[in-house]
């Protein structure tokens, strides 16, 4: 959890530092997780919320400042990364930008959530002090998935369609064995050979019934990019017939404009090369 709260903030939304310089804010963070985690889990004596159990797995020669020195690298880097978030914001525009600030509010919103807690952990207690952070952890976990899903960040979109793609294909092609298996050995009885009769017609069915099903998802979840590779496809089909140069130049751009949608179409010919004279 400690190790979160910096690589978000320094991480977030390219999965990479702003510059190579603030990887050394990650690497401290690292070390001060490791050395928190080994501290508490090798420290001898009584457990901290079981003070009547002693560490099981206490050893000796494990110093007791270790969880110090961890807790410091962490509280060092967690104010790095949060001042490379705001180096980062300073040098984002455009969808970037819009990425930061879905998670810069929520940022705001759980260290609010933080100060509610601890200042009123007295006066509601401090179970129900928990749910200010409680909150402001689920409103970090809604902005990732804002900027994530909103502006397509990682491309979500190829994760998406993957998943529907191959999720649905695993059914299928599993759904397909089963039945198989269980029709041709109720006709030939139990043996290897339904085994291997159904896995051979799965692996045949791979190709066509992928080929379908991306089809089914681009139309229902992707239609512009249904539509435009449907397009792209006709105006090949037309292109091997088409032989006027300014029939040629209209479909080309029509095409690219229904498919691409840019805001000016421009059309370049190279002038033919001179043919050389025949010598006789």
Not at 88 to 100: N, W
Not at 135 to 155: C, K, P, Q, S, T
Not at 188 to 204: D, K, N, P, Q, Y
């Amino acid at each position: 959890m400690l190790l979160v709260l910096v690589a978000l903030p320094l991480l977030f939304p390219t999965g990479r530092p702003p510059t190579p310089r603030w990887r050394i804010v990650g690497w401290a963070a690292v070390a001060g997780g490791v050395l928190l985690c080994f501290g508490i889990a090798f420290l001898a004596g009584p457990l901290e919320n079981y003070p009547w159990v002693d560490n099981p797995f206490g050893a000796s020669w494990m110093p007791g400042f270790v969880n110090w020195v961890g807790f410091g690298l962490w509280a060092a880097s967690s104010p790095a990364a949060v001042a490379s978030m705001i180096v980062r914001f300073r040098r984002s525009h455009g969808v970037e930008r819009q990425q930061l600030k879905w998670f810069t509010t929520a940022a705001a919103l759980l260290l609010l959530g933080f100060v509610l807690s601890f200042s009123l952990a007295g006066v509601i207690g401090e179970d129900a002090s928990w749910v200010f952070i409680a909150l402001g952890l689920l409103g970090v976990d809604l902005a990732v998935a804002i900027a994530i899903l909103r502006h397509r960040l990682y491309d979500i979109d190829v994760v998406i369609n993957r998943a529907l793609v191959y999720g649905a294909l695993t059914a299928t092609l599993g759904a397909t064995y089963l039945a198989l298996v269980l029709l041709i050995g109720l006709a030939v009885g139990r043996s290897g050979f339904a085994v291997a009769v159904s896995t051979l017609a799965v692996a045949a069915l791979f190709g066509p019934a992928r080929g379908r099903i991306q089809g089914a998802v681009d139309r229902r979840f992707y239609r512009r990019k249904y539509d435009a590779q449907r397009t792209l496809e006709a105006f090949a089909a037309r292109l091997r017939d088409e032989v006027a140069l300014d029939a040629l130049d209209s479909e080309l751009r029509g095409v690219v404009t229904s498919t691409m949608q840019p805001a000016h179409v421009s059309l370049w010919l190279r002038a033919p090369a001179q043919l050389p004279k025949s010598v006789v």
